[in-house]
């Protein structure tokens, strides 16, 4: 007999969102969150607040995959707003943006990210997580996507980087960033 969650085809992965309905000792529990950890026995989801549950895997009795969280349109976010977000990333120049969920379509997602936390280093820049935001200064597609893995799991949904060097600007329209 399989479980739940082996009937989430193909095999749930570690780095997934998901959904999951559980039976635990302290009664029914609910997660929606990134798995963490997955063995014979247990799994284990940690939510946007940061919150780990451990759930025993003989104990689920529903699940899904979830795709990351759609965000608000950020081409419509005030300009002082970006702005201000740069400024505490210590990032400058022409801002780009784009929702996380539409940059991450079809990726698949790492087994593991940076620590929680609001700044975290990705391809030798820094990015800093606030908010539903993620801001790089002058990153690279590459970059980007690695932050918004990293900072999805804590509720960002759109990402900003900062540059004006053209070459940079180039690669970060072809991956779908606008500029505001």
Same mark, same amino acid.
């Given at each position: ?19 999951? *309905? ?38 689920? =009795? ?16 005030? !300009? =002082? ?6 400024? =505490? ?13 539409? *940059? ?13 936390? #609001? /700044? ?7 990015? !800093?997580?606030?908010?539903?935001? /993620? ?24 990402? #900003? ?16 960033? !606008?500029?505001?």
């Amino acid at each position: 007999m399989t479980d739940a969650v082996d009937r989430l085809l193909p095999g749930l992965r570690v780095g997934e969102r998901v959904s999951l *309905l559980a039976v635990t000792d302290a009664g029914p529990a609910e997660a929606l969150g990134f798995v963490t950890e997955l063995d014979a026995d247990a799994l284990a989801v940690v939510d946007r607040h940061g919150t780990t549950h451990r759930l025993p895997r003989a104990g689920v =009795r529903a699940g899904k995959r979830m795709a990351v969280a759609l965000g608000r349109n950020p081409l419509t976010t005030p !300009r =002082r707003v970006l702005d201000d977000l740069a400024a =505490r990333a210590g990032a400058s120049g022409t801002p780009y943006v784009v929702r996380i969920s539409d *940059l991450l379509a079809g990726l698949e997602p790492p087994a593991a990210v940076p620590p929680w936390g #609001q /700044v975290a280093a990705f391809g030798g820049v820094e990015a !800093r997580f606030e908010g539903e935001w /993620v801001t790089l200064p002058a990153a690279g597609p590459d970059a980007a996507r690695a932050a918004a893995w990293w900072a999805t799991r804590m509720g960002a949904r759109s990402v #900003q980087v900062r540059t004006d060097d053209p070459k940079v600007a180039a690669r970060l329209v072809d991956a779908g960033f !606008r500029t505001p």
